[in-house]
């Protein structure tokens, strides 16, 4: 994981995108990685997806506020620059969008997203206004970037359909490249919040894949009823001791609208709370 290729780091929205109508007039090709930062695996492998496809990769580390409810983990949000640098020229990025909070929402900023109804679900009735917060942030950093593609994670399952559909619903001429979700071996999705796990919480998260695992198992056997299908998850997690738990569910994986037969493709995805970490995590049947 080593490039020559230099990063340039852009701190205001004026300077990216003067960089980005210079690359569109020289005709190449711009794919765009939004984080937040704290890059581990998972982002490495947006970042690899977009050098391979474009000419040139923007990535941008922004800890977006208005995405964090009161009481969530904004303040202690994992940052780390100097490791970032080190893995975006790694990756070989050619630019890095590291903008200040007051040039992203300056004084005076009032616009916001909607999501609708893709946000009233899974995660969302758990973080009310975090997806409005996510689309705001990713409209703005679209259109300051402009790039002919963005990458995003299976992951944040919810995310990536509900960025997916602003574009669709705004007309936007940007295509979203979806990439797989990156394990720990032992099964655990990459999240920059698995930093915050002690020991102990860290040998049980890695039953949250389990759990998927059992369900995926349980359908491949011929069982269609989601909610047999459910409570091999649910007891995964207990017999771990994970009794917090957000939901489990098994949904459409366009319209994210509840099953009780579960078909081939369908989505399951649940949420769990270790201590004060919330972990989230998905397979598609
Ligand atoms: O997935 C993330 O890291 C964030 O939600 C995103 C897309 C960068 C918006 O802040």
Known sequence: MSSARPLFVLNRACEMREVSDACRKAGKKLGFVPTMGALHRGHVSLLEESVRRAEVTVA?????PTQFGPGEDFDRYERDYEGDIKKLKGCGVDYLFYPDISDIYPDGFGTTVSVGNLGDCLCGPFRPGHFNGVATVVLKLFNIVRPDFAVFGRKDYQ????IQKMVRDFNMDIEIVEMPIVRE???LAMSSRNAYLSADQRTKAAEVNKALSEVAKKFRSGCDDCKILLAEADMVLRMAQ??????????????????QRAVKGDLVAL???????????????
């Open 242 to 259: 994970i009794n917090d738990i957000d939901y489990t569910e098994i949904r459409d994986p366009e319209t994210l609208e509840l099953r």
């Open 159 to 162: 995310q990536l359909k509900i």
């Open 271 to 285: 949420a769990v709370r270790l201590g004060n970490t919330r972990l989230i995590d998905n397979r598609v049947l």
């Open 60 to 64: 941008s580390i922004f800890v977006n």
């Open 185 to 187: 071996p032992d099964g």
